[in-house]
């Protein structure tokens, strides 16, 4: 059974940082690409960052600069440091897992910038 475990969310006030991390089991993690997605009230889900198998890193022009995706594949974990956080950051943050044809989420975790 796969599982992705977000963690790490949480309410935060502007120009602070948070890291999230999500722990994956029940795949061969170093082979997926992970990457990370938010979605915030009345929005779409989009892509924040995604990182491939060889390390790769790609970001949304929004996050650039001031999010950093990283993973070790010793302990099946991918992270997301957030610097820099604004309220527009504000969302549920997802981890995804992704090869060929197979796709994992996680269950999401809140955060939330806010004075």
């Known amino acids: 059974q796969v599982q992705l475990v977000e963690s790490g969310g949480g309410l935060v006030q502007p120009g602070g940082s948070l890291r999230l991390s999500c722990a994956a089991s029940?795949?061969?993690?170093?082979?997926?690409?992970m990457g990370w997605y938010r979605q915030a009230p009345g929005k779409q889900r989009e892509l924040v960052a995604g990182?491939?198998?060889?390390?790769?890193?790609n970001y949304a022009d929004s996050v650039e600069g001031r999010f950093t995706i990283s993973r070790d594949n010793a302990k099946n974990t991918v992270y997301l440091q957030m610097n820099s956080l604004k309220p527009e950051d504000t969302a549920v943050y997802y981890c995804?897992?992704?090869?060929?044809?197979?796709?994992?989420w996680g269950q999401g975790t809140q955060v939330t910038v806010s004075s």
């Open positions: 995804n897992a992704a090869l060929f044809r197979a796709d994992y």
């Open positions: 029940g795949i061969i993690f170093r082979l997926y690409v």
């Open positions: 990182i491939t198998s060889g390390g790769s890193t």
